[in-house]
Nanobody, 124 residues
Framework: QVQLVESGGGLVQAGGSLRLSCAAS????????MGWFRQAPGKEREIVAA????????YDADSVKGRFTISRDNAKNTLYLQMNSLKPEDTAVYYC?????????????????WGQGTQVTVSS
């Protein structure tokens, strides 16, 4: 079965960096569009970034543009999110998601598979 496992979260000071990884198994990773979402306490899940199955097209939410970079390594079945210049408002549980499509997907409801999430906490 499809499994997505996030890692790399943790506690970091404002201005710091973290790199999240999402290891995928049970699927042909290169056929899947991928996305990163986050959910803070009391808030709805929101898109952070998305990437097409080839990696040729990406999307970044305005709130993270210029600070976060999504990438993927199809040979390693792994999705990444490099997060720089972190802010306290970036504190959330971060999830990766997958759907078998050539499209770039920005809406959570369009994704079929989800990881369990990894906590990112940014202190001020």
């Amino acid at each position: 079965q499809v499994q997505l496992v996030e890692s790399g979260g943790g506690l970091v000071q404002a201005g710091g960096s973290l790199r999240l990884s999402c290891a995928a198994s049970g699927l042909t990773f290169s056929n899947y569009a991928m996305g990163w979402f986050r959910q803070a306490p009391g808030k709805e899940r929101e898109i952070v970034a998305a990437i097409t199955r080839s990696g040729g097209t990406t999307y970044d939410a305005d709130s993270v543009k210029g600070r976060f970079t999504i990438s993927r390594d199809n040979a390693k079945n792994t999705l990444y999110l490099q997060m720089n210049s972190l802010k306290p408002e970036d504190t959330a549980v971060y999830y990766c998601a997958a759907r078998e499509t050539y499209q770039l997907l920005k809406v959570a409801a369009m994704y079929d598979y989800w990881g369990q999430g990894t906590q990112v906490t940014v202190s001020s």
